[in-house]
């Protein structure tokens, strides 16, 4: 690299910290910091002002075009602000759908208008989405959605019900795969929607989950209306636009996120956190660090965290260039996935019966958030598809295997 565009690269990076410093919460990073409530009202607003502010200074929001609100960079400079943010690690930004997988579909199938109206305000958190897709019978069999749409004038009136829609208690827009022919045949029958959260006739119920948190929630659409214009691609072909949502969430929309949390770039390929318990936790009087197993690994994982590290960075370099990386992506989620909940279970090891040990007990080491984590990571092999439907995807797509009948 020439040294003038090294020097370019130190001065941003010069930049980003005197932003950070700026910027960042007061106290963040410092044992006095109190974090809002994970869930709650302030903690989403923080993430939205977070976004806002990275928007704003231009270190989020690539790889989409201008005139949709994006932020054009270099590789080299994005690679420079994804680690400075990782390493000193940032708020949680408000909502990953609206970037991860509205704007992706948006980009592919959306109208001109509808590009220009909600892309903006995706990248800068301003409005957050959420995706009203899983039904009490129809999860891992999309096509069986119930929920239908009947046309009156130029609305549709909605009805039926979601389930497990994560984020719809703060969410200002969502997307949903509608019945707008209840005579044609599965995958032909659906259409697709963004339609407004304030619209009369929906509604949230917060669901607990054994966490104790309320991600997600059951919504339902009771004569709710939706302006015809809100379709996304053509009446009758929101199959297709549902898969592109599908391809996008199972890919996380790596190519879009400024990272928030200390995770992968760390120099112990984000396995610090676990050294540092396994020195501080003693398992029969014995040190965990100082077992050879338990280092073996923690290590295992380091090697892992690279290998998913140059893997998505192949993929956001392929999504730049515009190639499908949907079977990849496939791959990717069902190993990061089942990965997150083997650490989990490392870490229960390591810990004994003191993982049980919830927020608010005073036994409980980091005000429970490994018990936290060893609970949230349950639901990760379920989320954004089971990994047992990615495996079918692997198997028909990549291997050529026979379709499966189950
Ligand atoms: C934390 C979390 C957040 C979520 N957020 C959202 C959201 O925001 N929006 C949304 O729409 N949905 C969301 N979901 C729902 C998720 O997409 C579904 O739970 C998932 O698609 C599975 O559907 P299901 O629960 O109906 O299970 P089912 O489809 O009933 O599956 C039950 C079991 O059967 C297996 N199975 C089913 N069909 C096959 C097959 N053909 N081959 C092999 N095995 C099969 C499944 O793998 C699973 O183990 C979320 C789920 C979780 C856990």
Partial sequence: MAVEETGKLDALRQEIRAFLRKNLPKGWGTPEYVAPERGSKEAHELG????????????????????YGG???SREEMAVIREELTHTGAPPLAGSLGPSIVLPTLLRYGKE???KRFIPKILSGEESWCECFSEPNAGSDLANIQKTGVRDGDEWVVNGQSVWTSGAKFADWGVAPVRTDLKAPRHRNLSYFVFDCKSPGFEVRPLRQMTGDSEFGE????????????????EGKGWYVAMATLEAERGGGFQFLAPSRRIELTSLGGVDNFV??????KRRGKVVWEDPVFRQR???????NEAMRYSRERMRVKAQKKQTTGNEQSISSIFSREKNQRQANMVAEIMGA??????GDKRALDDGSWAYTFLRTRG??????TTEINRGIIAERMLGLPKSRA
């Fill in 71 to 73: 932020i054009e960079r």
């Fill in 354 to 359: 003191n993982i049980q040990f919830m927020k």
């Fill in 113 to 115: 208008w509808q590009k």
């Fill in 48 to 67: 939205k002002q977070w976004q806002k502010k990275l928007y704003d200074a231009g270190y989020t929001g690539f790889g989409v075009p201008k005139e």
């Fill in 219 to 234: 919504t339902f659409f009771d004569n709710m209306r939706i302006p015809h214009e809100n379709m996304v691609g053509e």
């Fill in 380 to 385: 990760n092999t379920i989320e954004t598809g």
């Fill in 276 to 281: 540092e318990l396994a020195k501080n936790t």
């Fill in 298 to 304: 923690i290590a295992q994982f380091a090697i892992e």
